[in-house]
């Protein structure tokens, strides 16, 4: 049945008959009021869109409470029904999702409303959520804080400690009877940089990468779609590898290679562009057959690690000079965007994407990894990006793949081309040293220049 229009509305009104009908209708419902529920006929006065001036305030406001009331029972009453229909294995009509099928039955349910209902619905069908159950069930936790703790546990349990993730899920469920939805959701984002990972490592990346996820929404009012998504160290350090060098600004040049106009991309849009680059790469190429090397990650690995690694291989046979007591290192390695990788990552990515090792003594300084040339080698290059990591001029946080490499004292007067005497310098500051004709101070710990 269609909804009736305005002009269908104010000819039904005016009808002597729906007057009679309504009158009739409004003298019984006035005997109710006197004789039953007040707040009842509050109720259904603003139901039916009657005036409610004659209403007392105390009667609004104690019919208001018992709404609210009915809401929340409606709400304990949908998610049951959901969970019911999960432990049956039921799936929603038309080849929905639950979701959707919730939500098209229910216009002023949003997306995540009613994703709220069926996780929260789904997670109650298993019996290691009885307690939970039970306090939504006696609407002594909302639904709305319930969903968050179903979806702190889906994130955050397959790369968590199993008694801190316990200690945490109690906390939150004891909490979520009396905080409200933003007060969890800060006590959340607290237990998920509080819990620590499983001693274990394989079972740590294997849950890392369990936890691995990739979303987008529905597309706003201007078509344009979110994106939303998680990723291991591993899965991060190859992302991040591949896009980097395709973010860097591509200002508008003309064929003598003068800037005409400066990329006004800002770094998001340059980093979605790389990536869709990528993307379409990909896609375009015959089946197999790559368009672009594999990614290069640079990993860091302490000298202590990499011998540890040689003794557990190798035993007795390793040679007197590579024998070294004490510290078994941390073994780990780590990329230059700060991505701490497993040993087992490290093993996989060395067959997944191009592994560039550099090996740190024990001061933490890259080793000797190059000989002096006119220019700087890539070997050199390595080793000053390890050292620097960004642009070093004071304050500046360009990547160290958008930057060149700076000769502190030029080649043309008597400079040498060795580690010691580069710098990474962005393009912007690159410009001014010369410019300014600046000299800087090299040191194991860094740069200084001197303005």
Same mark, same amino acid.
């Given at each position: 049945?269609?909804?009736?229009? =305005?002009? !269908?509305?104010?000819?039904?009104? %005016?009808?002597?008959?729906?007057? !009679?009908?309504?009158?009739?209708?409004?003298?019984?419902?006035?005997?109710?009021?006197?004789?039953?529920?007040?707040?009842?006929?509050?109720?259904?006065?603003?139901?039916?869109?009657?005036?409610?001036?004659?209403?007392?305030?105390?009667?609004?406001?104690?019919?208001? =409470?018992?709404?609210?009331?009915?809401?929340?029972?409606?709400?304990?009453?949908?998610?049951?029904?959901?969970?019911?229909?999960?432990? #049956?294995?039921?799936?929603?009509? /038309?080849?929905?999702?639950?979701?959707?099928?919730?939500?098209?039955?229910?216009?002023?349910?949003?997306?995540?409303?009613?994703?709220?209902?069926?996780?929260?619905?789904?997670?109650?069908?298993?019996?290691?959520?009885?307690?939970?159950?039970?306090?939504? $069930?006696?609407?002594?936790?909302?639904?709305?804080?319930? $969903?968050?703790?179903?979806?702190?546990?889906?994130?955050? $349990?397959?790369?968590?400690?199993?008694? /801190?993730?316990?200690?945490?899920?109690?906390?939150?469920?004891?909490?979520?009877?009396?905080?409200?939805?933003?007060?969890?959701?800060?006590?959340?984002?607290?237990?998920?940089?509080?819990?620590?990972?499983?001693?274990?490592?394989?079972?740590?990346?294997?849950?890392?990468?369990?936890?691995?996820?990739?979303?987008?929404?529905?597309?706003?009012?201007?078509?344009?779609?979110?994106?939303?998504?998680?990723?291991?160290?591993?899965?991060?350090?190859?992302?991040?590898?591949?896009?980097?060098?395709?973010?860097?600004?591509?200002?508008?040049?003309?064929?003598? *290679?003068?800037?005409?106009?400066?990329?006004?991309?800002?770094?998001?849009?340059?980093?979605?562009?790389?990536?869709?680059?990528?993307?379409?790469?990909?896609?375009?190429?015959?089946?197999?057959?790559?368009?672009?090397?594999?990614?290069?990650?640079?990993?860091?690995?302490?000298?202590?690690?990499?011998?540890? /690694?040689?003794?557990?291989?190798?035993?007795? %046979?390793?040679?007197?000079?590579?024998?070294?007591?004490?510290?078994?290192?941390?073994?780990?390695?780590?990329?230059?965007?700060?991505?701490?990788?497993?040993?087992?990552?490290?093993?996989?990515?060395?067959?997944?994407?191009?592994?560039?090792?550099?090996?740190?003594?024990?001061?933490?300084?890259?080793? %000797?990894?190059?000989?002096?040339?006119?220019?700087?080698?890539?070997?050199? #290059?390595?080793?000053?990006?390890?050292?620097?990591?960004?642009?070093?001029?004071? *304050?500046?946080?360009?990547?160290?793949?958008?930057?060149?490499?700076?000769?502190?004292?030029?080649?043309?007067?008597?400079?040498?081309?060795?580690?010691?005497?580069?710098?990474?310098?962005?393009?912007?500051?690159?410009?001014?040293?010369?410019?300014?004709?600046?000299?800087?101070?090299?040191?194991?710990?860094?740069?200084?220049?001197?303005?």
């Amino acid at each position: 049945m269609r909804p009736l229009t =305005e002009a !269908e509305w104010r000819e039904m009104v %005016d009808d002597p008959a729906w007057i !009679e009908a309504t009158s009739e209708q409004a003298v019984a419902h006035d005997d109710t009021c006197a004789d039953g529920d007040r707040h009842e006929a509050v109720a259904v006065d603003a139901l039916v869109g009657f005036d409610l001036d004659r209403h007392a305030s105390a009667d609004l406001t104690a019919a208001a =409470e018992r709404v609210a009331r009915q809401r929340r029972n409606h709400e304990v009453m949908l998610v049951n029904i959901v969970s019911e229909l999960v432990a #049956r294995g039921v799936d929603a009509p /038309d080849g929905l999702s639950r979701a959707d099928w919730l939500r098209s039955h229910d216009a002023s349910l949003t997306a995540g409303q009613a994703k709220s209902f069926v996780a929260v619905g789904a997670a109650l069908a298993d019996p290691r959520w009885s307690r939970l159950r039970l306090l939504v $069930a006696t609407q002594q936790v909302t639904v709305g804080n319930a $969903a968050q703790i179903v979806d702190f546990d889906a994130r955050t $349990a397959p790369v968590a400690d199993p008694d /801190d993730m316990a200690t945490a899920l109690a906390d939150l469920t004891d909490q979520a009877r009396q905080l409200r939805p933003e007060e969890l959701s800060r006590l959340v984002r607290h237990h998920t940089e509080q819990v620590r990972p499983p001693p274990d490592e394989d079972a740590l990346d294997r849950g890392r990468r369990d936890a691995r996820g990739l979303w987008f929404t529905q597309p706003n009012a201007t078509g344009m779609v979110g994106l939303r998504g998680m990723l291991d160290p591993e899965g991060a350090a190859i992302l991040k590898s591949a896009i980097d060098p395709l973010s860097v600004p591509r200002p508008e040049k003309d064929e003598h *290679g003068r800037t005409l106009q400066q990329d006004e991309r800002t770094p998001a849009r340059r980093r979605l562009d790389a990536l869709l680059e990528i993307v379409q790469r990909g896609v375009a190429s015959a089946a197999g057959v790559p368009t672009t090397d594999k990614a290069k990650v640079v990993v860091l690995i302490d000298l202590d690690t990499m011998l540890s /690694d040689l003794r557990d291989s190798v035993g007795d %046979d390793l040679p007197k000079p590579f024998r070294r007591t004490g510290s078994r290192g941390s073994g780990s390695g780590s990329t230059l965007s700060g991505d701490v990788l497993s040993p087992g990552a490290v093993r996989r990515m060395a067959c997944d994407a191009e592994i560039i090792p550099v090996v740190l003594g024990g001061d933490s300084q890259p080793l %000797d990894v190059g000989r002096s040339e006119r220019l700087h080698t890539r070997a050199q #290059r390595l080793a000053i990006t390890v050292r620097d990591r960004e642009c070093t001029w004071a *304050g500046c946080t360009v990547p160290a793949s958008w930057c060149d490499v700076h000769h502190t004292i030029h080649w043309s007067r008597g400079g040498h081309t060795s580690v010691d005497s580069g710098a990474l310098l962005c393009r912007k500051h690159h410009t001014e040293v010369h410019d300014r004709d600046l000299e800087a101070t090299v040191t194991d710990r860094g740069v200084t220049w001197h303005t």
